[in-house]
């Protein structure tokens, strides 16, 4: 089992930045594939950003592209999303999750609130 736990969100003015992390522990964090979600109010929680066990392919929902960098630290176990331009849009509860075997997401992080203000 990983125990995921997130950092990092808060209130920010359209178009400033934050950093989410989200620290990983209980397995070997270099096995695992790791994403960012989000989930706003009265919406369905979507997908963000993947990025691999080795850190050298990404991937965004269109939302994200050009605005967000997703990036792992192995030697530390954690994972970052770096969120750029924000949008009042992007206000939303961010959680991180792993994965074994790609986009079978095996664990969650409790979440962290990102609100924008326009």
């Known amino acids: 089992q990983v125990q995921l736990v997130e950092s990092g969100g808060g209130l920010v003015q359209a178009g400033g930045s934050l950093r989410l992390s989200c620290a990983a522990s209980?397995?070997?964090?270099?096995?695992?594939?790791m994403g960012w979600f989000r989930q706003a109010p009265g919406k369905e929680r979507e997908f963000v950003a993947r990025?691999?066990?080795?850190?050298?392919?990404?991937s965004y929902a269109d939302s994200a592209k050009g605005r967000f960098t997703i990036s792992r630290d192995n030697a530390k176990s954690t994972v970052y999303l770096q969120m750029d331009s924000l949008k009042p849009e992007d206000t939303a509860v961010y959680s991180c999750?792993?994965?074994?075997?790609?986009?079978?997401?095996?664990?969650w992080g409790q979440g962290t609130q990102v609100t924008v203000s326009s």
């Open positions: 999750a792993a994965a074994v075997v790609s986009n079978n997401w095996i664990s």
């Open positions: 209980g397995r070997t964090f270099s096995f695992l594939s």
């Open positions: 990025v691999s066990r080795s850190g050298d392919s990404t």
